[in-house]
Each structure stands twice: as structure tokens, then as C-alpha cells.
């Protein structure tokens, strides 16, 4: 049974960084693409990142929502099956319940419907 445990999520003060990770089990993820969505109170959910599953030498590509570009990286680490999201100079607008997604494909997307499988979410709450 295929499982994505996210985890990191917690209250930074505005400005500040937080890293949260996104374990997969029950199946080798390092082939598929990989990503993270979020939804605020009252809002939609929305595209984070994505990344893609390795096409070979451990290569990966990355993908941004634009507005998100520059302040945000997502990562993955082969050997731990883990995939990650870097947040640097949240904002109280970034307090939001993120979402780790598998998708059984190397290529990402940006629509949820896209994706197969998807975590129970960690809370990021940022304060001004």
C-alpha cells in the first residue's frame, strides 16, 4: 500500500524559512513524478511544485507555480524516497495546509486530478 507522509509543517514568523518532507512507502517513487499543492482557509486548492521522476543519471527537472519562483524548492532525495519543499521568506498569504502528490508517471503536472496518490497534508502557518 502505497503511503506519502508529509512532515515539517509548524508557525514561523513572517520572513522566516521552513522545510517540510514528503516520505514515500510502499513502492519506489525515484521513477515518478512527484509534487506539492496547498489550500488556505476558504480558498482553493492550488499548485505548489512539482518534480519530475528521474530520466536517468539523476536528473530531475523542477516546476514552479510563477508567482512561488525564487522563494520555493522542491528537491528529492533517491535514497530516501523522500521529496522535499524548501519555503524561504513566507509570507502570512503561504499559511496553508500542504499537500504531498505521487503521480505513477515521470512527468509532472499542475492539476491534482493529474496525480495518484496524495498525503493527509502538514500544516504551515506563518504569522506577521
Known amino acids: 500500500q502505497v503511503q506519502l507522509l508529509e512532515s515539517g509543517g509548524g508557525l514561523v514568523q513572517a520572513g522566516g524559512s521552513l522545510r517540510v518532507s514528503c516520505a514515500a512507502s510502499g513502492r519506489p517513487f525515484n521513477s515518478y513524478a512527484m509534487g506539492w499543492f496547498r489550500q488556505a482557509p476558504e480558498k482553493e486548492r492550488e499548485f505548489v511544485a512539482a518534480?519530475?521522476?528521474?530520466?536517468?543519471?539523476?536528473?530531475?527537472?523542477?516546476y514552479y507555480q510563477d508567482s512561488l519562483k525564487g522563494r520555493f524548492a522542491i528537491s528529492r532525495d533517491h535514497a530516501k524516497n523522500t521529496v522535499y519543499l524548501q519555503m524561504n521568506s513566507l509570507q502570512p498569504e503561504d499559511t496553508a495546509v500542504y499537500y504531498c502528490?505521487?503521480?505513477?508517471?515521470?512527468?509532472?503536472?499542475?492539476?491534482?486530478?493529474?496525480?495518484?496518490?496524495w498525503g493527509q497534508g502538514t500544516q504551515v502557518t506563518v504569522s506577521s
Open positions: 502528490v505521487g503521480k505513477l508517471s515521470s512527468i509532472p503536472g499542475s492539476e491534482y486530478h493529474e496525480y495518484d496518490y
Open positions: 518534480i519530475s521522476g528521474s530520466s536517468g543519471g539523476g536528473i530531475y527537472y523542477a
